[in-house]
């Protein structure tokens, strides 16, 4: 009797099926040998992901928040992003024979050299005895601005400015008091009228260089600028820009050489602004409700207007004041309605001379229509995945580039539809969180675009250990993962694939779409 | 089988099988009660720009300034929402918005961004002080306010959970003039 239990007890530990290795699903993968060529082993079986993968990682320093971008060569599991122990710009700011110790405010702007179209700034202000300073600073080429908050000593300059991986030296000498010139003038509304509120002028080169510092001019219109003494050799620009308040024009006047600071400045805004006003219809003739008005162009005095956002209310009805034109046509009136709106961007001319306010109705065209469906992995279709089309480039200079793009969900059918103004736009496809994120760029035409279908391909967790020069793993890393491509107009762009942050030992895992 | 062999054997299995399940003791584990919602946070040490204070000029061939704000959610299974704002006080519409995906973890893939071209219209283009702001929110939100999401006690009865949302600004001093 024990002995019939003792073998029914095995029989039944038996079926629990514990003596043999359990079968590893298909496409499982414990090493890249499991796999059959040319796929390798990630976390989430066999796969093929892209080999010209490039990474931006973004970490936090205390000299700042910095990126380095990379290659990731050949893509495979637990790939080694090594990260340069510091990644700073070590700047000297010297004038003359020793340290310049004052404030300053430091500008760098620039970007991405392996990843086209991303755009990176840095700002820090501060003072340092030894006029040494460590900005943390992103991989790519900048420009570095010194400007110093004495007025009396010229901002400092250095264009192309290669950063790479760790540490970069860079000297800004700043003019030393011998090569200083100072630059008087006066700048004025019109003959004897300075502008109701002092305006800002500065000194530029011709390419936008700085060549002075930022002044305020006094109530009478009259200004002190520091320049090289060799600042207006090849000659240079005025800019005058309006203080805060009453319409005024933005203006810039050639400077040939010092003796025009012996004229005044004439910015010949003196006229009245006068009033734009009118309605904004929709292609199905309703007004169109909460579209953005902008006025921009040359005014009378040759100087540059820009004027809104104002907003159209429920009847499509706005009221804008803008400078009267500089000649016929030299002003645009934007409108920019809503997303999702049907209405489409409009760029005309206004006719806007003195005397005489503007009224007038605007016709908005279509906005086109730019339609797609969704495909899973298996060929189905899938409601609720997240679309989203932001906009990136002209489709062509004629076309203005709209502000924003659109979002919105697939349908039952898996198909979607948004409404976009004439642009190139990212558009970013999110089906669930077990698929890969799905990013191109796409065209819509004046007519509306229809795309092929989207397949979502299956995705592999790319998994990636942020280290430190010295093997320390960084945690709180954001690895974003791009991959180029180009544009229609033959632009190089780099499009993000997937994004991932480190964990506290470093590994970022990314879901990325397969090839 | 003498009953010495009978008792190895069963301790044998009893020592190499023990992944197989066995009948367990039928004591019901009564469900919590549901977690209340916890607040979404900006990761500040992460912004891209990273400086508060921003200086940019307004040239139409100016590179496009683009604003990043990686995010976090303790309740990893919340949907964000984020806002941009371009002086909020002068025009308190948002000029974006958009939904973070939940990841499965606190810290998610997808920052917040936002990205403003000089090429186009738009308030950043006028020279002088803005403010740009992100708004992150766990909640769906009316205005600026979210809203609070009603849930199943365990008595069928029903609560109100607070959702939340959490800004950060940037300040932005736009200049008038080309980029060198």
């Known amino acids: 009797m024990r002995l019939r239990g003792l073998w029914t007890t095995l029989a039944l530990l038996a079926g629990c099926d514990l003596f043999g290795e359990p079968a590893q699903p298909p496409g499982s ?3 890249d040998s499991d796999c059959p060529a040319p796929q390798r082993c990630y976390v989430d079986g066999c796969g093929t992901l892209p080999s010209d993968l490039l990474a931006e990682v973004i970490t936090s320093e205390l000299t700042g928040v910095t990126s380095v971008d990379l290659a990731l060569g050949s893509p495979r599991a637990n790939l080694p992003i090594v990260l340069p122990d510091a990644q700073l710009l070590q700047l000297n700011v010297r004038r003359g024979a020793g340290a310049y110790p004052a404030s300053v405010q430091i500008l760098a702007t620039g970007a991405s050299t392996l990843l086209p179209g991303v755009n990176r700034t840095t700002q820090t202000a501060g003072a340092s005895v030894s006029g040494v300073f460590q900005v943390g600073l992103s991989t790519g080429r900048f420009t570095v601005l010194v400007s110093p908050l004495d007025p009396t000593v010229p901002p400092g300059i250095q264009t192309g400015v290669g950063v790479d991986a760790g540490v970069t030296p860079l000297t800004i000498a700043l003019l030393p008091p011998a090569l200083v010139q100072t630059l008087s003038g006066v700048v004025l509304a019109g003959p004897g009228q300075p502008e109701p509120v002092p305006p800002q002028v500065q000194l530029l080169a011709p390419d936008g260089r700085p060549l002075s510092a930022l002044a305020t001019a006094d109530p009478a219109g009259a ?48 006229a009245g602004p006068i009033g734009v006003s009118g309605t904004v219809l929709g292609p199905d003739g309703n007004p169109v409700e909460g579209a953005s008005i902008f006025v921009q162009g ?103 580039l709209p502000p924003a793009g659109a979002s919105g969900q697939t349908g039952q059918p898996g198909s979607f539809a948004l409404l976009l103004d004439p642009a190139i736009y ?33 995705g592999r967790s790319l998994t990636a250990v942020v280290l430190r020069d010295a093997g320390t793993p960084v945690p709180e890393a954001l690895v974003r993962v791009y991959r180029n491509v180009v544009l229609d107009d033959g632009a190089p762009r780099a499009l993000v694939l997937g994004e991932g942050v480190s964990d506290t030992t470093g590994v970022a895992t990314i879901l990325l779409p397969q090839q | 089988m003498s009953p010495g062999r009978a ?67 303790p309740d990893v299974t919340d949907t964000l929402i984020y806002n941009f704002y371009v002086d909020p006080n002068l025009f308190p519409n948002f000029v974006k918005q958009a939904i973070i995906a939940n990841n499965g973890l606190e810290i998610r893939s997808d920052p917040a961004t936002y990205e403003v071209s000089f090429a186009t219209p738009g308030p950043l283009q006028q020279p002088g002080g803005h403010v740009v702001e992100v708004l992150v929110s766990d909640g769906a939100l009316v205005g600026r306010t979210p809203l609070p999401r009603t849930v199943t006690l365990l008595d069928g009865g029903t609560a109100q959970d607070p959702t939340y949302a959490v800004t950060y600004a940037w300040t932005v001093t736009v200049v008038a003039g080309p980029c060198p």
């Open chain 1, 223 to 270: 200004f002190q600028l520091s320049a090289g003494m060799d600042a207006l050799d090849g000659g240079a620009v005025l800019q005058v820009t309006p203080g805060p308040g009453p319409l005024a024009a933005v203006a810039g006047f050639p400077v040939p050489d010092a003796t025009r600071f012996a004229q005044p400045f004439l910015v010949g805004d003196t």
């Open chain 1, 29 to 31: 993968c414990s090493r």
């Open chain 1, 298 to 400: 040359t005014v009378v005095g040759g100087g540059s207007g820009n004027v809104g956002p104002v907003f159209t209310a429920r009847d499509g009805s706005f009221s804008i004041e803008t400078l009267p034109q500089g000649s016929n046509g030299s002003l645009l009136l934007w409108i920019i309605p809503p997303p999702g709106s049907i209405a489409g961007l409009v760029r005309t001319a206004l006719d806007a001379p003195a005397g005489a306010p503007v009224n007038g109705t605007w016709n908005c065209p279509s906005r086109p229509l730019l339609r797609g469906s969704v495909l899973l992995p298996d060929g189905g279709t899938l409601a609720g995945a997240g679309i989203r089309a932001d906009p990136v480039a002209t489709i062509d200079p004629a076309t203005p």
């Open chain 1, 426 to 458: 990212q558009l970013e496809v999110q089906a669930s969180v077990d698929l890969p994120v799905v990013r191109s760029y796409v065209r819509v035409d004046p007519a509306g675009t229809q795309l092929d279908p989207i397949a979502i391909p299956t």
């Open chain 2, 7 to 73: 008792r190895g054997l069963l301790l044998a299995a009893a020592v190499t099988l023990p992944a197989c399940l066995l009948p367990q003791e039928d004591h019901i584990i009564q469900p919590l009660p549901p977690e209340m919602n916890q607040p979404p946070r900006i990761l500040e040490d992460k912004l891209l720009p990273s400086s508060r204070f921003v200086t940019v000029n307004n040239g139409a061939d100016c590179p496009n300034l683009s604003f990043l704000a990686p995010v976090a959610d």
